[in-house]
């Protein structure tokens, strides 16, 4: 089945600094999806992307649709504290019809030290 | 903000008992959807529901799961014989309609088979 491929696993880092993590596929995807998972809760949607190429914005996050539509980065400006938690991407698997099927990246656990 | 919501949050049962997992999609969306998601591991699909059907499932989804939308507002997965291994966190999720593939999870549920 379709895979998607996270980096970093993880990252530690100081507050004010900026993130960046990205994810890949093998296959095209024709929608790519971050979401951010604090614990014991359920993934939170922070930015969609539905076209190639394109550039989104959400307050501090900003994320990319890759022109080869295998792959997607998320950045996080300013890290403050809550921005802790676990980023997942996401797309849409492949699988015919309109089921849209999320298949999930491992996550990259971000870490912010105040 | 509309939201999915699930009861209970956290659901602890014996080995080989029947439990009922409870969500409520959004109201006006079409297409709702179960995870689940091991500790420490990455969010996985387990069945679609579309128009009073199962759209898909995936090899997770057995003989042992079933899913029933009993009215007009809840959405329900039920486990027929709870093994150790279904320990894990469930949500349930709901999208619009055909076009667009953004889908809005709920809280999870945790469910923990002694």
């Known amino acids: 089945g379709q895979q998607l491929n996270q980096s970093p696993q993880s990252m530690f880092i100081q507050e004010g600094e900026d993130v960046s993590m990205n994810c890949t596929s093998s296959?095209?995807?024709?929608?790519w999806l971050w979401y951010k998972q604090d614990p014991g809760e359920g993934p939170v949607l922070l930015i969609a992307?539905?076209?190639?190429?394109e550039l989104t914005s959400n307050g501090r996050l900003t994320a990319q649709f890759g022109i080869t539509r295998k792959d997607s980065f998320l950045n996080i400006s300013a890290s403050i504290p809550s921005d802790v938690g676990i980023y997942f991407c996401?797309?849409?698997?492949?699988?015919?019809?309109?089921?849209?099927?999320?298949?999930f990246g491992k996550g990259t656990l971000l870490t912010v030290n105040p | 903000e509309p939201e999915v919501t699930q009861t209970p949050s956290h659901q602890v049962t014996q080995m080989g008992q029947e439990v009922i997992l409870r969500c409520v999609p959004i109201?006006?969306?079409?297409?709702f959807y179960w995870y689940r998601q091991i500790l420490g591991q990455k969010v996985e699909f387990l069945v679609s529901?579309?128009?009073?059907?199962?759209?898909?499932k995936s090899e997770i989804f057995d003989d042992q799961f079933s899913v029933e939308r009993p009215d007009g507002s809840n959405f329900t997965l039920k486990i027929r014989s709870t093994k150790l291994e279904d320990s894990a966190m469930y949500f349930c999720?709901?999208?619009?309609?055909?076009?667009?593939?953004?889908?809005?999870f709920g809280p999870g549920t945790r469910l923990t088979v002694l």
């Open positions: 999720a709901s999208r619009p309609g055909p076009l667009g593939d953004t889908q809005y």
């Open positions: 296959s095209i995807f024709n929608t």
């Open positions: 992307l539905y076209k190639a190429g």
């Open positions: 996401a797309g849409p698997a492949n699988s015919g019809g309109s089921n849209y099927k999320l298949t």
């Open positions: 109201s006006n969306h079409l297409y």
């Open positions: 529901f579309y128009n009073n059907e199962i759209s898909e």
